[in-house]
């Protein structure tokens, strides 16, 4: 298979109301591992097993939320075709210049249907400590908290589902792997891959523009999803549900929330995706067990507690 | 990521001294399920979470090992794209009529230079127990055995390992993850990918053509990895070693043997391999820990022991 | 440590609905095997890990519930002291006959403070398939279903807590490893325990005598308790709760209805108790957190659905 | 269950060649805790879910290997009960005063037959870290390297195997849980418990008296086995074998060394023992199997390398 243009979700950047509590959550709790911090006052964080310097970074706000996300393209010729492509279907781009976050190159950007702001770059230096690659161990440092691996995906919230879900699949080649329909064929939930994963990203639709519903972080497995859920507790962070499994993609995951009201996701497994594989549909009356696959119901928190 | 070209390794056709001990070993031990037994005495197995119709075709012969291993690519108009392709690197390539295996299309093939059969192939029948679609449980029937998700991957054993490795990334788009590379710079071992999986195939120099290390199987997690320990002891099936881990890939794993002498690994985990990725390198005096990372030495089995 | 008088939970007989439902329930599902089916109705199975012949105990009635449950002595002479001693602190004592059930020697038969029924017995048949003893593999059939290893405990609910626990502790020389509190100094809860295992009996306070809250069966680890949660779902069983965890005892667990409407709990981990061991307290304001650890809020089925 | 007498293994006092990289080893990878260090040079330990002072004490010396065992009783008067009993199976007891170690009460002190001094006591004061027993968390510091939960048990290799098997039988009131045996009858290896645990002490039959195999430490399940042999790598410890299973007692275990060479192992799970059981027994034919359950042969090690 020949992996070409959008590679991955490669950063966040989430606000938060208090940066000393979003920095003992996000790096003693999850696991992440602080970067740098910048003049402008942004932190960037790193996960254990990443190549590139940074994938998540905190900007103290008045609001919680997700600022934007960034994705990942494989060269930097790949941007002038994206640009092209995304004006084809309608979205204005942006440039951001290279430098507005440490070690990225440019960056393309534009706001989607559903009101969320995307990035994608081909440039960022790697980190100063990535996974090994001479005689490489599994590790390199021991893990602490919840030893989250990666920066997974983020799903979002917004009104325009389908203009979204156009953009990334007609203009950005991402391919949708699960979805959720109404009885009267709305489509009420859209799982969009760029890879081997069954997702990158999963939009909602929901009657406001650009809300966040989490941002995911990858564990090694269903052990570690346990694990997750004893720390959350011990540290008396607030949970929203879990440990559970989702029918849609069949990860194993937890919810909880950041100190300032931020929804984290760390799971585990789910099928490889493969773009011969049909695609999944789920009914609306069967959402509940869609979400979250031992409950079989919707908590109410899952549908209206976005940021 | 786009997702072109070759997509999967798709099947392997294994040689076995008795079908009915295999079918107990396959079936029972590893948790496979009979397709059909066709007029040539070969019979096809498949995987619970593969939508193809087979993924491992069992021969009667003399001798074990394997007769070819097949790669599914994206479209018919590939099959004419790498035959092209695989001429160029100077590969003869034969073509193989829609039917010979039941259910599938038209393949090319061709003798890499370590002397292993290759086929590609666009097209194959939905397994009749295909993993579900419409409202998904995660599994349509109870895992037997030790439950194996999908046919992973081969290690191949050969003495022209840079041709072998060169027509893969040359002609079929293939990349090079990790390596093992002797004090004179010789290439002992390649690790190689179509994917965002760590390997999809594994070649290792070797004095002889055409040998058969291991067909690999998919398990959940390092409880299976536990779990498919159990039942090769409790049904006195010849271990080779393990429950384990590779430094390669950094997979969890045991390898054993089917009643014919092939060998056989089920394993779980391993990183997610991008093309951005930095390539990971062994030393030959690292090797030990590079197979076999706990143990950090080689089983004498490990290198001389190939059907 | 001399481990004397009363060893274990021995056997919990069940009332149900549909015979035929709840064999497959207890067999397909949890993983039971029938021993025997008697002229009575009654029918018998027996978990793989167990040496005696038979540890539940099915009864076909109009009202779901549990009937009475059995502890096994060391010696048919515990039997007499424990008579006398039950008689001591105020319980009528009744015989039941060897053979009353297959397999099983006398028993003695109280009926405890909160209405529950509970007999002694010293001696049952070993199982016919029991776990093997001479050069022993791990098991030795495949589990089936949730693989349920044994019997292992009951939750009770019941009116006077105090006076039962009074006669665990005083006649039968259980103790109270951990209990939940009111403000006033209400006892809400009391785990006892017999064994190194953090309890063996459970009793919490509730208005109406002789209810039912659950039976409970050990599984291996956390990811046995991931699998029964995929079958619960897979099979439409009527789950309560979980994959969670108890702050009391640390089980990890779930919670699921059998077809006839009696809770079931499949579990594993959980301290190991010596008698030197603080007892543990939990206050009735931190309830959620002690039943259900990660949802740190109890819901209402686990107060109020009792048989 | 009344549970009197011996309550469990209490410490393990080990010689070790360098103290300070002891500690490393002892405190920082496998995860215990130090709690003092005292004026005669001895460095005492916890474990996380331990209640008393402390397990493990390490002793610089020329020499590594185990001086000795101590075991906790129930009662003051049990130590009274039992001086009494080991004298009359011809056992010489010595008196250790109060504080000869730092928190602990009066012990009786024997040197069994096969040569290893074990110890008796029934007080030894609270730790300053116990597991918490008021609204508990499941635990009260993050764990760090293999997070080790307890001591659990030795492994001891002696020439009068019968001799110490009796005195802990006769006087101790253990149980032999499983055993190995020659063809002629020769007891090689038995397999001691004083609770519901699988063993509490075993021995092997060997040429030399008093030599210590291995000291054993919980773990939580199969999953921090694994975790364990991360470590093992990631500091390049020098490993025995593992990760396995034990056929006796079936532990899911790892084997190491501290770097004085004393062997280490961490284990989870096993069986629940009760005083009916029948004992398990080995065929010497088969006692590779027995040790190694996955590999069914002994590495050379496992026989001949003790401290």
């Not at 959720?180 to 891959?193: E, N």
């Not at 497994?269 to 493969?274: F, L």
């Amino acid at each position: 298979m020949a992996l070409t243009g959008v590679l991955r979700p490669g950063f966040v950047q989430i606000r938060v109301l208090d940066m000393k509590e979003a920095l003992t959550h996000y790096c003693d709790r999850l696991g992440l591992f602080e970067v740098s911090r910048e003049k402008d006052g942004r932190v960037y964080l790193h996960a254990m097993d990443e190549f590139d310097r940074h994938s998540v970074i905190l900007r103290e706000a008045d609001q919680p939320g997700m600022d934007r996300m960034g994705f990942k393209v494989r060269t930097e010729h790949d941007l002038d075709l994206f640009e092209k492509r995304l004006r084809d279907v309608g979205m204005e781009v942006e440039h951001v210049e290279a430098g507005e976050q440490p070690g990225v190159g440019r960056r393309i950007s534009f706001v989607a249907p559903t009101g969320h702001r995307f990035d994608l770059y081909a440039e960022m230096e790697q980190s100063a400590l990535p996974p090994m690659t001479h005689n490489p161990d599994v590790m390199q440092v021991d893990p602490k908290g919840m030893g989250v691996q990666r920066f997974d995906h983020c799903l979002l919230y917004g009104d325009d589902l389908d203009g979204t879900e156009r953009v990334f699949v007609e203009a950005l080649d991402f391919e949708v792997s699960e979805t959720v329909t109404a009885p009267d064929g709305t489509r009420i939930a859209s799982f969009l891959t760029c890879s081997n994963k069954a997702h990158d990203l999963a939009i909602v639709r929901h009657d406001e523009k650009g809300k966040f519903h989490h941002a995911s972080f990858l564990l090694e497995d269903w052990s570690e999803v346990g694990r997750a859920a004893d720390i959350i507790t011990r540290y008396n962070i607030s949970i929203d549900i879990g440990p559970t499994r989702h029918g849609i993609t069949r990860g194993k995951t937890i919810y909880f929330f950041d100190p300032s009201g931020n929804r984290n996701e760390v799971f585990a497994g789910g099928y490889s995706y493969y773009p011969d594989n049909p695609r999944r549909n789920w009914d609306a009356d069967e959402v509940g067990k869609a979400i979250f696959y031992y409950e079989r119901v919707l908590n109410d928190r899952f549908m209206g507690v976005v940021t």
